[in-house]
């Protein structure tokens, strides 16, 4: 509960302030214009990115970690909120999704060194927000199996090239493509 409203503060935080780069900020103006589409998959990348314009544009504000990464935590939080909400799903519902998200991303952070040269909040923590995804989307294990693949291999190149502003952009594609591909995998793309 403490991740989910300190997460919720700070994208909200970043939509209304317009930190760092201001990419949540600016996926808000465009969805104001009708440019966009008002829908899942943009709602997940205007607040996940808020979220880390926020946080990595120095707002004075906390959020809830995964693995020890801020980002991670964003990634991992904010989708599953977000999927949830509007699908009116039920506070357990959330808080299993959330439980499977961290789980996911520690499980797969076990296959990399403390330090590794891969984006961790795209690909680690991307593999659990699939994961998440697909059972808030009503999923089984072999479409979460598959969306997961789909993470990993649609992701798996995406370099960390330290943590700035820019970490922005990154979690916003793996969070919408996350989205992407558990909407695909529950009705059996993958």
């Known amino acids: 509960e403490d991740g989910i409203e300190l ?27 009708g440019i966009v589409c008002n829908n899942l998959v943009m709602l997940v990348r205007m607040a996940v990115a808020a979220a880390s314009d926020a946080r990595m544009g120095g707002a004075p504000l906390s959020v809830m970690s995964s693995c020890g990464s801020g980002n991670q935590g964003l990634t991992t939080f904010i989708p599953a909120m977000i999927i949830a909400s509007n699908l009116e799903r039920s506070k357990v519902e959330l808080y299993r999704a959330l439980a499977i998200s961290n789980f996911v991303n520690a499980f797969a952070k076990n296959y990399l060194d403390k330090l590794a040269p891969i984006c961790g909040a795209a690909i680690t923590a991307g593999v659990g927000t699939v994961a998440a995804a697909v059972y808030l989307l009503g999923g089984n294990i072999k479409q979460m199996i598959g969306a997961m693949n789909g993470m990993i291999a649609n992701f798996s190149g995406i370099v960390c090239d330290g943590a700035k502003e820019s970490c922005s952009y990154k979690v916003s594609s793996a969070c919408g493509e996350a989205v992407n591909l558990a909407l695909l995998a529950v009705n059996d793309v993958y």
Do not use: V
Request: include cysteine; proline fraction near 0%; charge should be positive.
């Open 7 to 33: 997460n919720q503060k700070i994208s909200e935080y970043g939509i209304e302030k317009k930190c760092g780069i201001g990419l949540g900020s600016g996926y808000k103006k465009i969805l104001e214009k």
